[in-house]
T-cell receptor
C-alpha cells in the first residue's frame, strides 16, 4: 500500500451530515496532503500538513476541516458547508516534505451524497 | 494561475503507434516535474520524475525549459498503457512541499 492507507473505500452521506475520511501512514513522514479528484478538473489541493499540530489550507479548503494530532494520522472532515462534496478524495504523503521526490498516494475514498 | 496545462483531455492511438502526451508549465522558480499514472481501479502512482532522467515502462519525458514543456513519449504504445495520466510540478525552492497537477489526459490504446 506504499505506507499510506485510506478508509473507507466508499462512503455515503446524507445531505447536512458531516463525515470524516481517514488517512494513516506508517513511514514516519511529516508531510501529508488531501486532494480532491473530479473528472476533467484534475487534482485540487484541499489541505496539507507538514508537522504535527500544524496544517495549511490549499486551493479549495472551504467546507472542509482537518486535524493533525498524531504524525501518522491526517483525517479530513467534509462538513455540511461543502456545497458539492461528491468526489474522489486522495490522501498523499511526501518523503521530504518539499515534494522534490513527488508523493505516494493512498487508494482513495469515493464519497457520494445521497 | 494555472501552473500546469495538459491540452488534451482524451487521446487515442492504436497499439504499436507512437504516443505523446503534452504538458506545458508556467513557473518562474526552479520546477521539478513529474508524470503520474492512474490505471483503472488502481491508485495514482508516480511514473517518472524529470530529475531522475529514467525510462519507465518505455516512457520518457524531456524537460524543455525554452518551451516550458515536459511531454511524455513512448515510441510503441501498448494496450496496457491505457490509463489517466497527470503531469505535476513542484517548486524545488519552496518549503511548502506541494504539487500542482494538470487536469489529466485519458489515454486509450486500441488493439
Amino acid at each position: 500500500d506504499g505506507g499510506i492507507t485510506q478508509s473507507p473505500k466508499y462512503l455515503f452521506r446524507k445531505e447536512g451530515q458531516n463525515v470524516t475520511l481517514s488517512c494513516e501512514q506508517n513511514l514516519n513522514h511529516d508531510a501529508m496532503y488531501w486532494y480532491r479528484q473530479d473528472p476533467g478538473q484534475g487534482l485540487r489541493l484541499i489541505y496539507y500538513s507538514q508537522i504535527v499540530n500544524d496544517f495549511q489550507k490549499g486551493d479549495i479548503a472551504e467546507g472542509y476541516s482537518v486535524s493533525r494530532e498524531k504524525k501518522e494520522s491526517f483525517p479530513l472532515t467534509v462538513t455540511s458547508a461543502q456545497k458539492n462534496p461528491t468526489a474522489f478524495y486522495l490522501c498523499a504523503r511526501s518523503i521530504d516534505g518539499r515534494a522534490n521526490y513527488g508523493y505516494t498516494f493512498g487508494s482513495g475514498t469515493r464519497l457520494t451524497v445521497v | 494561475a494555472q501552473r500546469v496545462t495538459q491540452p488534451e483531455k482524451l487521446l487515442s492511438v492504436f497499439k504499436g503507434a507512437p504516443v505523446e502526451l503534452k504538458c506545458n508549465y508556467s513557473y518562474s522558480g526552479s520546477p521539478e516535474l513529474f508524470w503520474y499514472v492512474q490505471y483503472s481501479r488502481q491508485r495514482l502512482q508516480l511514473l517518472l520524475r524529470h530529475i531522475s532522467r529514467e525510462s519507465i515502462k518505455g516512457f520518457t519525458a524531456d524537460l524543455n525549459k525554452g518551451e516550458t514543456s515536459f511531454h511524455l513519449k513512448k515510441p510503441f504504445a501498448q494496450e496496457e498503457d491505457s490509463a489517466m495520466y497527470y503531469c505535476a510540478l513542484s517548486d524545488r525552492g519552496s518549503t511548502l512541499g506541494r504539487l500542482y497537477f494538470g487536469r489529466g489526459t485519458q489515454l486509450t490504446v486500441w488493439p
